[in-house]
């Protein structure tokens, strides 16, 4: 019995480099990168405008995954048990 990808099916993990851009809003966890005053934006320190504009940022690169991921083909699992197999009553 063969498995992955010679016997039809795909099985495991599966990586596609459209998700590498979901490590750019983990970013803004690395606070020393924006943690200035200067310079000011409608007299909004950098540290609070420079996170509001990473929100947006954030929603770009989620949407940037959607847009790249969104045709690749999902894996039904037949393997998985049904509501009645799980039902210990029903016999």
């Not at 993990?13 to 750019?24: E, G, I, K, T």
């Not at 770009?60 to 039902?87: F, M, Q």
């Amino acid at each position: 019995m063969s498995s992955g990808k010679s016997s039809g099916k795909v099985s495991g993990f599966q990586f596609s480099p459209w998700n590498l851009f979901l490590l750019v809003p983990l970013l803004i966890l690395v606070t020393p990168l924006f943690n200035f005053e200067n310079p000011r934006l409608f007299g909004m320190p950098f540290f609070y405008w420079f996170q509001l504009a990473f929100v947006f940022v954030g929603v770009i690169s989620t949407g940037i995954v959607y847009w790249g991921t969104k045709g690749k083909p999902t894996v039904e699992r037949t393997d998985k048990l049904s509501v009645d197999d799980l039902d210990e009553g029903a016999k």
